[in-house]
């Protein structure tokens, strides 16, 4: 079982940045990949960024040049770092990881405000 955290969330302003982090705890030897989602009021979730453990990345359109995501392996920890925040990025952050035994797991989420 993989235990996720995400943090690093709160109130930006339009145009600002933040670095959403998510530490993985427990067999995190069986994460294959991690990535963010995140969910905005009445919507569903959406998909944000995964990245590989051979560190490939990929982005929805929404994200692409202005998010990027990045592992750390020596501390187990995944970063977003987010730039040029619009206030229809508001939303929960969620992280997620993908084991090569074919299970899922997801962190408790992190709230992302963006509003002036």
């Known amino acids: 079982q993989v235990h996720l955290v995400e943090s690093g969330g709160g109130l930006v302003q339009p145009g600002g940045s933040l670095r959403l982090s998510c530490a993985a705890s427990?067999?995190?030897?069986?994460?294959?990949?991690m990535g963010w989602y995140r969910q905005a009021p009445g919507k569903q979730r959406e998909y944000v960024a995964t990245?590989?453990?051979?560190?490939?990345?990929n982005y929805a359109d929404s994200a692409k040049g202005r998010f990027t995501i990045s592992r750390d392996n020596a501390k187990n920890t995944v970063y977003l770092q987010m730039n040029s925040l619009k206030p229809e990025d508001t939303a929960v952050y969620y992280c997620?990881?993908?084991?090569?035994?074919?299970?899922?797991?997801w962190g408790q989420g992190t709230q992302v405000t963006v509003s002036s």
């Open positions: 427990g067999n995190i030897f069986s994460i294959s990949a």
């Open positions: 990245i590989t453990s051979g560190d490939s990345a």
């Open positions: 997620k990881c993908f084991t090569n035994f074919g299970t899922e797991y």
